[in-house]
């Protein structure tokens, strides 16, 4: 959705029929900014994993709003807190969050679900998942002050009220508990869970991304398959077995390419059902912009996108 990048909101903003700022967005219209930007390309680029702290940076600055970016590695959370006077809506581009709130069930939020909230409001977020997670928060007005509080009891107590520039976002409070697994219980389920996490590609898409960015497409399907069914020309073979190995930047077992979590790593199958739960799993191990083709090599057949019989060399 090219209409959603941040190029777009500048120019909105820079709009002579803008909104007037003192009117500010509305939590729904906050929810349905950071909804279009997280299903845009606007931040997949921008983004950083960092094990330390949480990374964040402010994409996009106008008088009425802001938008920021989020990178979650797995048991980092904010801590309770609240945006003072800005209301505030927040995405899940990729992977998977919690938010927690006095006297409430946790709620999970994955992608395409936004939450919305008014002045005041005071959550923590967590990400309880073995995964990193992105994700697009947008504030009105922007962001300038965020309150930090104490879990007592069930009641928030106000840690202190002192005034605290949006770079705070990056300081850590809590420490949590370490991550609970929240294994599904039969194939069907761990299947939906995995694909929750991902931002699945459609052949041409995928096509694309091989084609015009430093996307790498990787055929994890076993020999025989391969050799009935033909193979992808620029496909990297690594079986399905060996996945895990060959791409973690500390395995001694990697490939040569395999230096960064920042890798866009396509993972393909013969129909795109493993090949779901092998690019959840390269998410577990860091590498947070692994997805798979919709469909597999039968979706890309089926899209007439190219094809050989060719049987190139497993590195
Ligand atoms: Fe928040």
Redesign the pocket.
């Known amino acids: 959705m090219p209409l959603a990048t941040e190029e777009r909101l500048i120019a909105e903003s820079e709009n002579a029929l803008a909104p007037n700022p003192a009117e500010g967005k509305t939590p729904q219209e906050l929810a349905d900014i950071v909804t279009r930007f997280a299903a845009s390309d606007g931040w997949i680029d921008r983004v950083r994993l960092r094990t330390e702290n949480r990374w964040y940076e402010r994409l996009y600055l106008g008088t009425d709003y802001d938008v920021w970016a989020i990178s979650w590695m797995p048991a980092q959370s ?1 801590g309770f ?1 609240d ?1 003072g006077d800005s209301s ?1 809506a927040f995405v899940v581009a990729t992977g998977v969050l919690e938010e927690h709130r006095p006297g409430a069930a946790p709620i999970e939020i994955t992608p395409g679900r936004p939450r919305a909230f008014g002045q005041h409001y005071a ?1 923590d ?1 967590r990400n309880a998942s073995l995964g990193p997670a992105v994700s697009i928060h947008a504030y009105s007005p922007p962001l300038t002050e965020m309150n930090e509080y104490d879990l007592v009891g069930s009641e928030l107590v106000s840690r202190e009220q002192a005034s605290a520039r949006a770079e705070s976002l990056a300081k850590e409070r809590h420490q949590r508990k370490p991550p609970q697994s929240t294994r599904a219980s039969n194939i069907d389920l761990m299947l939906a869970e995995a694909r929750d996490r991902l931002r699945r590609l459609s052949p041409s898409a995928a096509f694309d991304a091989m084609a015009h960015s430093q996307a790498i497409l990787v055929d994890i399907r076993p020999e025989v398959q391969r050799a009935q069914e033909g193979n992808i020309p620029g496909a990297l073979i690594v079986e399905r077995n060996v996945l895990e190995w060959r791409f973690d930047p500390k395995s001694e077992a990697r490939l040569q390419i395999a230096t960064s979590y920042d890798l866009q790593i396509i993972v393909f199958c013969s129909e795109g059902y493993t090949s779901s739960l092998a690019a959840a799993a390269l998410q577990e191990l860091g590498l947070w912009r692994a997805t798979d083709i919709e469909g597999g090599f039968q979706g890309w057949l089926t899209a007439g996108l190219p094809t050989s019989q060719h049987i190139p060399h497993q590195p």
């Open positions: 904010t807190h945006h505030g959550h977020v």
